[in-house]
Each structure stands twice: as structure tokens, then as C-alpha cells.
């Protein structure tokens, strides 16, 4: 019993040493606010305002072409 708890417990080990391996990229993202095809202009800056938000970057994979069918 103790054999099948250790290798239980260092399986669990490891798994959680490689699932945190570095955190994801992320960038911010930042849109105008738009009403009625005008942006709409914040009240203390005068400036238009903005809607940001937070995106993962993904990978591109590359690929292989698709041969032309004869």
C-alpha cells in the first residue's frame, strides 16, 4: 500500500512541476468607442474613449501545401 501511495504521490508531483512551465503571452488590445458612427469623446481628457482588453497570442503552425489534384 505504501509503494502504490508514493508512486501515486510523485506522479502527482510531476505532473504539476511540467504543467506550470511559463505563463501564456498575452497583449492588450485597445478600440474606440463608437456611437452612431462618432466616436464618443470622454468628458475630462477631451480624448476619445477606449475598450481594452486583454488577448493570448497564439502560435501559426506551419504546414504542408495541399498537393493539386490531376
Known amino acids: 500500500m ?4 508514493t508512486s501515486l504521490l510523485l506522479s502527482v508531483s510531476m505532473i504539476s512541476c511540467f504543467a506550470a512551465d511559463e505563463p501564456k503571452e498575452t497583449t492588450k488590445v485597445c478600440v474606440d468607442v463608437v456611437k452612431d458612427g462618432k466616436p464618443v469623446l470622454d ?7 477606449q475598450q481594452c482588453k486583454t488577448m493570448k497570442v497564439h502560435k501559426k503552425l506551419d504546414g504542408t501545401a ?5
Open 43 to 49: 468628458k475630462k481628457t477631451g480624448k476619445p474613449q
Open 2 to 5: 505504501k509503494k502504490i501511495l
Open 66 to 70: 495541399v498537393p493539386e489534384k490531376k
